[in-house]
Structure formats: structure tokens, C-alpha cells
């Protein structure tokens, strides 16, 4: 991780070339070959997985009398390993774990003004900081703002793809409530086929379509419609599970 010193600097500097972002990409893809087993995992893994057998000894030995307040002070501080004080001995590859994960952690800050208005919100919740100005309303409704903002960046990144490999058939694992499935067949006419595991969820995922189909069915046909360019052939839901 020394090959590229103004990159390994934090990511909220200078924007990075594009050599820099490659070679930054490298040592993310690195890192998480390494360590996918902790960065990947959800809180509740701790307990089903038991994550903490899977962590070094010589990482539990320093760790295992930590209070959780201390643990989480010493692993969030930011400072050189000399400037935090520690309790015992650190060993090296846990100090340059931590180290490693905030040098290579993505800034929360927007780089500039780009994109934000002047109440320093995102430009598509301008007006309305619940609702995206971006996403046709029909897409908002029961999806709060930060999924409105994720399925609109999404789809266009799997409407580009499907551009570029001529294959507009989709299928979405783990589709929940269906919202990403929904705006992705009703919003940029792919064929999504969507896979959830949740019986309960799919059930729910299949209303908000009829209940989308409903609302396009009052819309008189005109100029918000055709603005939209919203499609009428919805998702296929199936509840099951992908073996691995």
C-alpha cells in the first residue's frame, strides 16, 4: 500500500487520477480479498457466524477485555498509532487493519457544490427533501428519500449495462418489497425477473405493482405520462431461495 502515496492519503483530498483511482481500486480489492469475512458481515453474523472466532488470536487477546465504549473509541480514532493511547500492545496487522480501513474509507462529503443547492441538500430533494425530483411519483411511494435516490442511480447504471450488452432480461436476487424491480420493468422497460426468500415480502412487492398499474390506469394519456415514458409490463415476482 506505499506504491501510491497521494492516493493512500484519504479520499477526501484532491480529486484522484485516473491511474490513482485504478491503483485505489487495487488495494480496495486487496484489502477485501484479505478480510471480506469482517468487512462484509452484518452485525447479527456476529452472533450466527461466530465472527469473532474467525479474527486472529492474537487480535482476540488484545480485544476480548475492551468495553465496548473504549473498543469502539480506540477503532474509530484516526490518530498515528503513537498518538492513541492503548491499553496493551497492539499486534501490527491489527494496527494496520485500522489504519488500511480509514485510509481507504469513502468521504460522506460532497466534493464541492456539484449537484447540491443552497440549503447544502442534494438538487433532486431541493423542493422536497422526502421526495426525489428525479424518480416519477409513482416510483416514490413507499420508498423513503435515501432508496428513491439509490434505485434512480441504480437503474441507470443497469439501463446503461443492458445498452451495452444487448440484454434487457434482469434478475434481482434479494428484491425485497420490490422497489429497485419495480422501477427498473414499469420505469425503463427491462424484463426483471425479481427472487426474494420472504414469502411476505413478495406479497407485499406484488400489491405496490397492482397498486402502480391502477394509478397508470386512472392517468388520462398525455403529456405527464409520455414525459415519463413509463412502461405497463411490471416485474415477475418469485419467492424462493438461489442455491449457491
Given amino acids: 500500500f506505499t506504491s501510491q502515496p497521494r492516493a493512500m492519503t484519504g479520499l477526501s483530498s484532491q480529486p484522484l487520477s485516473l491511474e490513482e483511482q485504478k491503483q485505489l481500486a487495487v488495494n480496495i480489492t486487496h484489502v477485501l480479498s484479505l478480510y471480506g469475512s469482517i468487512v462484509d458481515s452484518y452485525i447479527i453474523e456476529f452472533f450466527t457466524d461466530n465472527l469473532w472466532g474467525k479474527l486472529p488470536y492474537s487480535w482476540q487477546e488484545v480485544l476480548t477485555d475492551l468495553p465496548s465504549p473504549r473498543l469502539a473509541a480506540v477503532l474509530l480514532e484516526k490518530g498515528k498509532p503513537e498518538e492513541v493511547c492503548y491499553s496493551v500492545v497492539w499486534p501490527l496487522s491489527l494496527l494496520a487493519f485500522k489504519a488500511t480501513a480509514h485510509t481507504l474509507a469513502f468521504s460522506r462529503t460532497p466534493r464541492g457544490r456539484g449537484g447540491m443547492s443552497a440549503n447544502g441538500r442534494p438538487e433532486e430533494f431541493r423542493e422536497n427533501r422526502c421526495q426525489s425530483s428525479k424518480l ?55 424484463s ?53
Fill in 136 to 190: 416519477n411519483p409513482l416510483f416514490r411511494k413507499h420508498v423513503k428519500p435515501k432508496k428513491q435516490h439509490e434505485i434512480q442511480q441504480l437503474g441507470k447504471v443497469v439501463k446503461k449495462l443492458s445498452e451495452i450488452t444487448r440484454c434487457d432480461q434482469v434478475v434481482d436476487i434479494g428484491s425485497g418489497q420490490g422497489h429497485l424491480s419495480r422501477f427498473l420493468a414499469f420505469g425503463l422497460g427491462l
Fill in 192 to 244: 426483471v425477473t425479481a427472487i426474494e426468500g420472504d414469502g411476505r415480502l413478495v406479497d407485499m412487492a406484488t400489491k405496490f405493482d397492482r397498486e402502480l398499474v391502477w394509478a397508470l390506469e386512472k392517468e388520462q394519456a398525455g403529456q405527464a405520462k409520455e414525459a415519463w415514458e413509463i412502461s405497463l409490463r411490471g416485474p415477475s415476482h418469485v419467492a424462493g431461495w438461489v442455491d449457491p
